[in-house]
């Protein structure tokens, strides 16, 4: 079982629309995850980090629930731009090093 | 923000012959650098991560004799794929985190798409 599991989807929605990802992780360790965002043929880019009271960027909101160990994506009002993969991450201690693991992505489709 | 700088961004080889990336952390210091793989419609997949002044650690079944990691400064880590073969083709990102920025996720460099005929 992959440690950082991802909806590939993809999502399809409408401009404007509120759309939500899920991102399950294994590891109870891990102690930090970010959102990411790639797109087609790019490398990925930082989102957001997200925190355990749960933190709000302009349209995106992440969350992390530690009990049931998942992180979740929302995004609002929807924009044309906002089609990508979204990446989820968490981070846990292997050996003298922290180790990021990627989820492998979400794909995000937003139609006029 | 932190800024990786990889390079080539892509290359053409011939089967058999060896291919260098490069990345650079260009305004912090990385101690540890992260090579990965994609392959295309796929996950990143982690290769290694890079120890600046000490030996790699590879993730189970990749072939450290074949992917060759040197990280032999504080902004500098390479990625040499040897003897490559058109299996090899793939996407290769390197990424690196600032440490001196705890709440910074890590920066990744542009990527090199390795094509191998």
């Known amino acids: 079982r992959k440690e950082v599991e991802q909806d590939p989807g993809p999502f399809n929605v409408p401009e404007g629309a509120t759309v939500a990802f899920n991102c399950t992780y294994s590891?109870?360790?891990?102690?930090?995850f970010f959102w990411y965002r790639q797109d087609c043929r790019k490398e990925p880019k930082l989102l957001m980090s997200?925190?355990?009271s749960g933190n709000e960027d302009g349209r995106f909101t992440a969350q992390l629930n530690r009990a049931s160990q998942y992180i979740s994506l929302l995004i609002r009002d929807s924009k044309l731009s906002d089609s990508a993969t979204y990446l989820c991450?968490?981070?846990?201690?292997?050996?003298?090093?922290?180790?990021?693991?990627f989820g492998r992505g979400t794909s995000l489709i937003v139609h006029p | 923000g932190a800024v990786v700088s990889q390079h080539p961004s892509w290359v053409i080889c011939k089967s058999g012959t060896s291919v260098k990336i490069e990345c650079r952390s260009l305004?912090?210091?990385?101690?540890?650098m992260f090579w990965y793989r994609q392959f295309p419609k796929q996950s990143l997949m982690l290769m290694a991560t890079?120890?600046?002044?000490?030996?790699?650690?590879?993730e189970q079944g990749v072939e450290k004799d074949k992917f060759l990691i040197n990280h032999a400064s504080l902004t500098l880590s390479t990625l040499t794929v040897t003897s490559a073969h058109p299996e090899d083709s793939s996407f290769y990102i390197c990424?690196?985190?600032?440490?001196?920025?705890?709440?910074?996720?890590?920066?990744f460099g542009s990527g090199t798409r390795l094509t191998v005929v």
């Open positions: 990424s690196a985190r600032d440490s001196g920025q705890p709440n910074y996720g890590y920066t």
């Open positions: 991450v968490g981070r846990a201690r292997s050996g003298g090093s922290y180790i990021p693991t």
């Open positions: 997200v925190y355990s």
């Open positions: 890079s120890n600046e002044g000490s030996k790699a650690t590879y």
């Open positions: 590891n109870s360790a891990s102690q930090s």
């Open positions: 305004d912090f210091q990385a101690t540890t």
